[in-house]
């Protein structure tokens, strides 16, 4: 059975704190992993990835995949407290099927 | 903002009734997939659409039914509500085999 496995499941930080959060997967025809980040209700867009070993950056976030130990992780520097939200790790099927993991809860204090 | 618009955003009922959720997609988006969101959990597939045929589905039983119209806008119907089917409705909006997907704000559906 495809599943998606997020760790930690919650994560209280100060401002200014490095965080890293984990995504692992098990999913039949994977074609991609994508990060989202949910404040309130509507998840929003951080990062796809499909390749191996190449980071994408946003800012103070980053992420980067391993297709070959079945994992990704998000990297969130500098933490402000704009940054508190669960954040979502997603597989794509090529079915565009999308399996998600249960979040990660993050809350940055000032 | 994605461009992606649900309605309504709360919605309340009782067990047995039924219920229509309605999505208008992203524009140029010709995918429209629904997931369920129950508190502390993450989304679940439910099913999609694309070219007004579903083109997919998760474990959720018949009752939970939909559409798709020429203009890509679709909609969700739960048959026989039950207690459970209380959560966040989200639908989101894609190119076919492109991956990203947008979300609209959610449905919130309480069952009583």
């Known amino acids: 059975e495809d599943k998606v496995v997020q760790s930690p499941l919650s994560l209280v930080v100060h401002e200014g704190d490095t965080v890293t959060l984990n995504c692992s997967y098990e999913?039949?025809?994977?074609?991609?992993l994508l990060w989202y980040k949910q404040e309130k209700k509507a998840p929003t867009f951080l990062f796809m990835l499909?390749?191996?070993?190449i980071e994408k950056k946003s800012g103070r976030l980053s992420s980067i995949l391993d297709k070959k130990e079945l994992f990704s992780i998000l990297n969130i520097t500098a933490t402000q407290t704009g940054d508190s939200a669960i954040y979502l790790c997603a597989v794509e099927r090529d079915t565009d099927k999308l399996i998600f993991g249960t979040g990660t809860r993050l809350q940055v204090f000032p | 903002e994605t461009g992606v618009t649900q309605s309504p955003t709360h919605l309340i009922k009782t067990r047995g009734q039924q219920v229509t959720l309605r999505c208008s997609s992203q524009s140029g988006h010709n995918t429209v997939s629904w997931y369920q969101q129950a508190l502390g959990q993450g989304p679940q597939f439910i099913f999609q659409?694309?070219?007004?045929?579903?083109?997919g589905r998760g474990n959720f039983p018949p009752r939970f039914s939909g559409l798709q119209f020429p203009n890509y806008s679709s909609e969700l119907n739960v048959n026989a509500l039950e207690l459970d089917d209380s959560a966040l409705y989200l639908c989101?909006?894609?190119?076919?085999?492109?991956?990203?997907?947008?979300f609209g704000q959610g449905t919130r559906l309480t069952v009583v």
């Open positions: 999913v039949t025809n994977f074609r991609s």
């Open positions: 989101a909006s894609s190119l076919v085999r492109q991956g990203e997907a947008f």
């Open positions: 659409y694309y070219r007004e045929e579903e083109n």
């Open positions: 499909t390749s191996s070993g």
